[in-house]
């Protein structure tokens, strides 16, 4: 068993209101961004988890935002791997 | 002007409580996934913007998170390209 980790990101569907995105939009037009078109706000969970195989990760992952982590009806997840980057670790503000 | 879309991820420091990654960690488990290691749960960004370059694009979003989009005592964060993905695009779930 080796450990792998995995990032999850979770996405508003692209019909429904975003409220945050909006709001975070209208906070960097008036902080003078003009140029930016649209802002989507998504959760992103980073997963530690042991597996044999970077596919069985991946599986497990899909698995789990099929039955808790994501909403069917209002979400849309993604699952990768986040090589390097186990869930605990420091991943470092860029400076 | 060309547009590009980037994806922010902010994520709480390593040394920070994180309550909703614990909660949904013990889910996992009790729900009998109990491979899992560890469970962070950050946000992510979705931003669509017009910019003369990648590099320009990037730094635009990286001044972004410094002046509004993370806390720098709590988050960390991480510009990147999502390329292909427009914030107001479907990503499509993983079926």
């Known amino acids: 068993m080796t450990r792998y980790s995995l990032e999850v990101r979770i996405k508003p569907r692209p ?4 409220p945050e995105g909006k709001a975070i939009h209208h906070a ?12 989507r706000v998504g959760k992103v969970i980073y997963i530690d988890l042991e ?20 909403n069917p009806v209002t979400e849309d997840f993604q699952v990768s791997m986040a090589v390097g980057v186990p869930a605990g670790k420091l991943e470092g503000a860029q400076s």
């Not at 960097?28 to 802002?39: I, K, N, R, T, Y």
């Not at 970077?54 to 039955?67: F, G, I, L, Q, V």
């Open 51 to 70: 597996a044999e195989s970077e596919a069985a990760a991946t599986e497990t992952a899909t698995a789990m935002c099929r039955k808790i982590l994501a």
């Open 15 to 18: 019909g429904l209101l975003d």
């Open 28 to 39: 960097l037009q008036s902080l003078g961004w003009g140029a930016v078109d649209e802002v």
